[in-house]
Every structure is written in C-alpha cells, then in structure tokens.
C-alpha cells in the first residue's frame, strides 16, 4: 500500500485526483499506476483500470488469478467491476468513497447475483493517509 | 445500431465475444468497437469501454457531452459506469443481459445515489438481432 500512496501522491501533482494502485503476484509487483484521466483524455483512466491493464500486458494474460490489488480509494463500479473480470484474488483498499464507492457503496457490485468473481475485500488499509491525499488536493484545488 | 451490429458479428468471427459499439456526435459515427478482450489479453477491452476511448481520444476531450453510444447488449457495470464518467446523453442498447447487465439488471448503476449523470437510456434496439448474433456465437462454440 505504500507504493500505492506513493503512485497517488505523483498523481496529485500531475493535477490529476491523487489515487494510486498496485498489483502484486506472489510477493512481486507487476503493475503500479496512478490516476490519469485528465492526462490522457479518458474517462476510463482511473489507477485501477491502468494497473489492470499494465499487469495483463506484463503477463500476456486476460486475467490475473491469485494476484492481488492495493488501491488508495474505494473503487468504484467500473473498477469494481473489471477487477472481478480480471478474477483478482484480494482488494485492498485505503479510503471510503461514500460518494463514488461501488464496492461497500452504491452498487455493491460484489453483492449482486451478475457479479460472477469476488475478490476478497480488506478496506480501510492505511485509509487515514489515502484520506488524507485527497482532503488535501481538493483543499489545494479550491484555495 | 445497424454499424453496431456490424462490429458484433466482426468480434464474434475474430473469436471474441460478440458486441459492438458506436459513438455518434451530431449525426456523425465519432468511435466504433467491438470486443476485443481475448485479442488484447485486457478485461477491460469491451466494445463500450474501446469506443469511448476512442471517441475521446478522436476529440481530445475526457467527456463525450451530446453524444450518443449505440451497443448491441446491455452494459456491465464497468460500461455503464464508464458511460456515466464520459457524460454520454443517451444509451441505445439492443439484447438484455440478465446474467451480467449493470443497467436493468444486477449493480442497476444509473439508479444509485453514487451516480452523478445517467444518459437517457433506450432499450431493446434491434434487441432480437442482436441477441441472435450472441445466441448462434454460443452455441456454435459448444458444437
């Protein structure tokens, strides 16, 4: 999770909303991105979706059995929803997101009978501080 | 939705799941897709999520404000949480997916209170063709 709130921080001063995310398989990691949907012009450019993509290219495969992801915010549905198809086998994650959550949140997507993969959930890991980046970018951003 | 069909039954003879995607701006076909998920070794790589990529980095723009996503099956989650975020304003969609949809059925991600801008949704757009094309895709790979 450290390497996640490090990939976070180097978001935030990209300008982007500072979330980071990692992916790790058997002790190593294989992907780590922060945020960049302002950068790259898309949407669906959140870490976890990058980190995801990074680590299916590094391995050559569609779905990343037995690895786990670390991510500083609760994902939301889209990300919820692709670490299920990527059959992640653990999500841990730092901060609530009450207002864009789809994991403990809103679309409880891991609760619906459509979800065929849930990934065994650990939240608040290192929270106060994922928390923490983020109270601080958007005070930053308003001043 | 008849291009959108038209980029199903491409995926489905590239071995891939069958669906397709258009993005229309004004009247013009901005981004087409289809799924493409196997070819790309990426979970994330529906025929949805491919054409907003496409359609923003086409524009140069993180939102797709006033355009229009055609897709022949109903959206996951993923997608329609990805539609949301590219602020597309209407949804056309052809077969229901009981087992996996994210809009009438299971996450129902425009209805939650974590969603900030639902599209006008519009269902059952050539929804018999559509599911057609999935049904004759399954069960020639059962064969």
Redesign the interface.
Known sequence: MEQALTEARAAGARGEVPVGAVVVLGGAVVARAGNR??EL????AHAE?LA??AA??EL????LVGADLYVTLEP???????IS??RLRRLYYGAED?????VA?????YA?????HAPDVYSDIAGREAGEILRDFFAARRD
Chains 1, 2 share one sequence.
């Open positions: 949907t302002r012009n898309d949407p669906t979706m995801i993509r299916c290219a050559g495969q569609e779905r939301c549905a889209m990300c919820a929803a692709a198809f990527a009450p207002k864009g959550g789809g949140h809103g679309a409880r997507f619906q009978p459509t979800c065929h």
